[in-house]
């Protein structure tokens, strides 16, 4: 029986995607460089590998937030502020909040029938106001946001403060349905409780990290819990 759920935020209930490419344009476009599709793949890739080292524990989110910029406008030769950027491009990201496909209908399907958490490696500043404008925050039981756990996905620490601070918690009981298998995934592993990869595009899994299982589209979550509790 499943009684707690994780949900990743990001790529998974609001579109991060494309959150992060119109917040992109904005703060190359108020940068003066131009916000072609190039620069902003460009940005996408090193910002990515950044994060993975955030995950690996080999940078903080602070360094994260000026490196991918500072990188960025070496290889452009582009002497706009790294720091600048950084604080553009987080306001205008914490106003972007559009859901995934059925990520709103999901969490319809889903309340009242089961205790629902955020699990999100996203920043406290951007994501209190996405959480806020998009109308999600009513839905869930608690809302854990790495930046003030003081751990990230896929850290064990993540979980151990999230489980501790839900009454009576089992994780026989509980699931994480995310995106990510290097944080979402990774991290319920080792934390032990059950895990949905929601691949949307299909990727490729990793031999190393398998989920119990994986869902192209977010209703296919709500017949893998009936299957579940039928088993
Ligand atoms: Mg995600």
Same mark, same amino acid.
Do not use: C, M, N, W
């Given at each position: 029986m499943i009684r707690w759920i994780f949900l990743d935020l $990001? $790529?998974?209930?609001? !579109?991060f995607g494309q959150a992060e490419d119109e917040a992109i344009r904005k703060t190359f476009s108020f940068l003066g460089i131009p916000p072609t599709d190039e620069t902003v793949a460009r940005y996408s890739a090193i910002n990515k590998a950044q994060w993975e080292a955030l995950e690996r524990g080999e940078l903080t989110r602070e360094e994260v937030q000026v490196r991918r910029f500072e990188i960025l406008f070496r290889e452009l030769g582009s002497a706009a502020s790294p720091e600048e950027a950084r604080d553009y491009y987080m306001l205008a990201l914490s106003r972007e909040h559009g859901f995934m496909p059925f990520g709103k209908e999901l969490l319809d399907a889903l309340y009242g029938r089961y205790k629902l958490y955020i699990a999100s490696n996203g920043t406290l500043s951007v994501q209190t106001p996405r959480i806020a404008d998009s109308g999600v925050?009513?839905?869930?039981?608690g809302i854990f946001i790495s930046e003030q756990l003081g751990?990230?996905?896929?850290?064990k620490e993540f979980f151990d403060a999230c489980f501790a601070a839900i009454? !009576?918690?089992s994780p026989r009981e509980a699931v994480i349905l995310g995106d990510?298998?290097?944080s979402d995934i990774l991290g319920g592993i080792r934390a032990g409780i059950r895990t949905c990869w929601f691949n949307p595009q299909g990727k490729a899994g990793r031999e190393d990290i398998r989920p119990d299982a994986e869902i192209?589209?977010?209703?296919?979550f709500l017949s893998l819990l009936e299957d579940w509790e039928n088993a």
């Open positions: $990001d $790529d998974t209930i609001l !579109d925050g009513r839905y869930f039981d751990a990230v996905k896929p850290q009454p !009576d918690f990510s298998l290097s192209r589209e977010l209703p296919a």
